[in-house]
Nanobody
Framework: QVQVVESGGGLVQAGGSLSLSCVAS????????MGWYRQVPGKQRELVAR???????NYADSVKGRFTISRDNAKNTMYLQMNSLKHEDTAVYYC?????????WGQGTQVTVSS
C-alpha cells in the first residue's frame, strides 16, 4: 500500500523561508518520479518542482532561484526548501509520487505567506 504524507507548512512573513517534507512508503523511492504541486482556491493545481528519472529537476518559472527540491532516498523523503517567500506563494502544497504508472498524492499542507 502506497502512502504519501507531507509536513512542514505554516505561516511565514514575506521574505522568509519554509521547508516542506514528503515521506512516501510502499514504493521504491529512489526510482520513482516525484514532485511538489500547489493549489489555491478557484485555480488548477500547478507544478512547483519535480524530480524525474535520473535525478533531473524542473521548476516552475515563478519559483526558480528561490525554491529547491531534493530527496533523501535512505529516508524515503523528498524536500522542498522555499526561500524568499512571496504572498503569491500562498497555497496548499501537495506531494505527488508516481509508482508503476500510478500517481499518488498526499493530503496537502497549507503554506501561508503574509505580506
Amino acid at each position: 500500500q502506497v502512502q504519501v504524507v507531507e509536513s512542514g507548512g505554516g505561516l511565514v512573513q514575506a521574505g522568509g523561508s519554509l521547508s516542506l517534507s514528503c515521506v512516501a512508503s510502499g514504493i521504491i523511492f529512489s526510482i520513482s518520479p516525484m514532485g511538489w504541486y500547489r493549489q489555491v482556491p478557484g485555480k488548477q493545481r500547478e507544478l512547483v518542482a519535480r524530480i524525474i528519472n535520473g535525478g533531473s529537476t524542473n521548476y516552475a518559472d515563478s519559483v526558480k532561484g528561490r525554491f529547491t527540491i531534493s530527496r533523501d532516498n535512505a529516508k524515503n523523503t523528498m524536500y522542498l526548501q522555499m526561500n524568499s517567500l512571496k504572498h503569491e506563494d500562498t497555497a496548499v502544497y501537495y506531494c505527488k509520487v508516481n509508482w508503476r504508472y500510478v500517481d499518488y498524492w498526499g493530503q496537502g499542507t497549507q503554506v501561508t505567506v503574509s505580506s
